[in-house]
């Protein structure tokens, strides 16, 4: 079937009011689909290629050697519609809204989600995961089910550790606290009656300890340390009148030793029935007296003589 031959555009009637884009009326269809706009074209701004300087070839060093420069394909020159000076302001426009969706799109997803709001706004600003989370949001608008649910995750394990903290604290402050002020002016006296390292050892439940200043010149001065009798055994400090008990101390041994620091005259008088040995020097009880008062004379003479 032969197309017709084509007559223009008459048949559109006296109404359709245009300028022509193309000089003169085309013989046949195929000929005006070959025909291109005369309508005149911007001024085209030239510029030399940053790639390549304007040499037209790639000049750093690689395995290929120099070759021609994909940027402005071997031109050495580039050609923008507009200078530099505007393609660079509607660069700073596009950021700038592009800025701006970013933030709307993170400002209804933390009214929606305020607890993941606060967790990367405060407690995990600084983690890394919670920031690419937060770019996430603010580059697609909406976190993946499992994004949200590891947010909420990480969220749950921080408040854990908020409450083990808070209990640790409340725990050092009550548990931990001791009235030494008996073994301390005890431990002050024999000191001054010119024992260079006085002791003390109590009898803490089932566990025989002994107490002792720290050294002068060491980083816990002016604190006791607490050891087992035999001194093997680390159970830890008292400063300013709280215990800190070492690695390995159970809550249980922990109580027993604040209680025997606490209550340092019964608790000598219970180390030396245990174990016949004077509650200061350590040594075995003879006299009568001394096995009453668990400390040997001598040794009551110097802690709480008058």
Same mark, same amino acid.
């Given at each position: ?18 300028? #022509? ?14 025909l291109t706009s005369t309508k005149p074209k911007g001024?085209?701004?030239? *510029?030399?290629?940053? %790639?390549?300087?304007?040499?037209? &070839? @790639? ?27 505007? &393609? ?38 600084d983690f890394s995961f919670s920031l690419s989370l937060? *770019?996430?949001?603010?580059? @697609? ?57 006085? %002791? ?24 006791? @340390? ?17 215990? @800190? ?18 209550? #340092? ?11 016949? *040995? ?14 009453? &008062? ?13």
């Amino acid at each position: 079937m032969n197309a017709p031959a084509f007559s223009g555009f008459d048949d559109l009637g006296d109404d359709f009011d245009s300028e #022509p884009v193309v000089a003169g009326t085309p013989a046949t269809m195929e000929d005006a689909s070959k025909l291109t706009s005369t309508k005149p074209k911007g001024v085209m701004v030239e *510029e030399r290629c940053p %790639k390549c300087a304007g040499s037209g &070839r @790639y000049c750093t060093p690689s395995s290929l050697g120099h070759q021609q420069c994909l940027k402005c394909k071997g031109k050495g020159i580039l050609f923008f519609k507009k200078p530099a000076a505007e &393609r660079a302001l509607a660069r700073e426009k596009a950021s700038v809204r592009k800025e701006a969706k970013a933030d709307q799109k993170l400002a209804v997803f933390e009214s929606e989600h305020p607890q993941v709001a606060a967790w990367w706004n405060g407690a995990g600003k600084d983690f890394s995961f919670s920031l690419s989370l937060r *770019e996430a949001l603010r580059k @697609y608008g909406s976190l993946t089910p499992g994004q949200l649910a590891a947010a909420y995750k990480c969220i749950e394990k921080l408040a854990d550790k908020k409450v083990a903290a808070a209990v640790r604290e409340e725990h050092a402050q009550l548990a931990g606290k001791v009235d030494i002020s008996a073994v301390l002016k005890a431990l002050t006296k024999a000191k001054k009656n010119g024992l260079r390292n006085p %002791k003390m050892r109590l009898l803490a439940g089932d566990a025989s300890i002994v107490i002792y200043f720290a050294a002068v010149h060491g980083a816990n001065a002016g604190s006791l @340390y607490v050891k087992s009798s035999n001194g093997d055994e680390y159970f830890g400090k008292i400063t300013d009148g709280t215990f @800190y008990r070492g690695c390995g101390v159970s809550d249980e041994l922990e109580a027993d030793i604040v209680e025997a620091c606490s209550t #340092p005259d019964a608790a000598a008088v219970a180390y030396g029935k245990r174990t016949g *040995e004077c509650s200061c020097c350590g040594r075995e009880l003879t006299n009568k007296l001394s096995i009453e &008062r668990s400390i040997g004379p001598i040794c009551f003479e110097n802690f709480f003589g008058g």
